[in-house]
């Protein structure tokens, strides 16, 4: 956990304005419709831009999304990954715990679909808190990508989990995937708890 300082869980929407302003939402069709005679850039947007410059990709005709968070990831070297469905009931995800191993190296992994346009800036904003005191925050910028009928992801960084007696015990997180355009794809609470060992 990186310790950096943190207010509440109700401002994971309202974080701190930056001076970067994002650039307007395009459409694919505006995208590749700039700069036409760029022979270069021509080829570059139709490299990122792969399937979805032939017609709309849609994956989940029923959800009207543009990103749908499927599925966090707890990734530990030599562990079973561990994983939370974010596509049911999201309220239940509090009574899932994950049990984390004190001084662990860890890492954590979003994976989701984005369908229909481009979606530009996204973050992954996450807040620890334990007895109802924050303690971490992290905030990772996951980057832009365009539709694609396959899933997607993003690994955090590794983190270490605190280890030491006053460490242990169950912390509850608030995770938000969002972008520059503020846009909440998806808004979660989940909890883990530091133990002596996988087992204890």
């Not at 994983?83 to 049990?99: A, M, Q, R, V, Y």
């Not at 979003?110 to 229909?116: A, D, P, T």
Request: aromatic share 8%.
């Amino acid at each position: 956990m990186s310790g950096d300082a943190v207010t509440t869980p109700d401002d994971l929407d309202h974080e701190a304005e930056s001076n970067y302003k994002p650039p307007p939402e395009k459409t694919i069709d505006e995208i590749l419709r700039t700069d036409e005679e760029d022979e270069s850039l021509r080829k570059y947007k139709e490299a990122l831009l792969g399937n979805a410059q032939t017609g709309t990709i849609v994956v989940e005709p029923d959800n009207p999304r543009k990103v749908i968070v499927k599925k966090l990831v707890l990734v530990v070297a030599d562990r079973p990954e561990i994983s939370l469905d974010l596509t049911g009931d999201l309220s239940k995800l509090k009574k899932e715990t994950f049990i984390i191993k004190e001084g662990v190296s860890y890492k954590i992994r979003i994976e989701f679909i984005v369908q229909r346009e481009i979606v530009h800036g996204l973050k992954y904003i996450q807040k620890t808190s334990k007895l109802g005191i924050p303690v971490d925050k992290m905030t990772h910028m996951v980057g832009s990508y365009a539709p694609k009928s396959e899933m997607q992801s993003y690994t955090t960084p590794a983190e270490e989990a605190p280890s030491g007696l006053m460490t242990r015990g169950s912390y509850t997180v608030h995770s938000l995937f969002t972008d520059d355009d503020k846009h909440e794809h998806l808004k979660w609470e989940w909890t883990f708890e530091i133990k002596k060992d996988w087992k204890d």
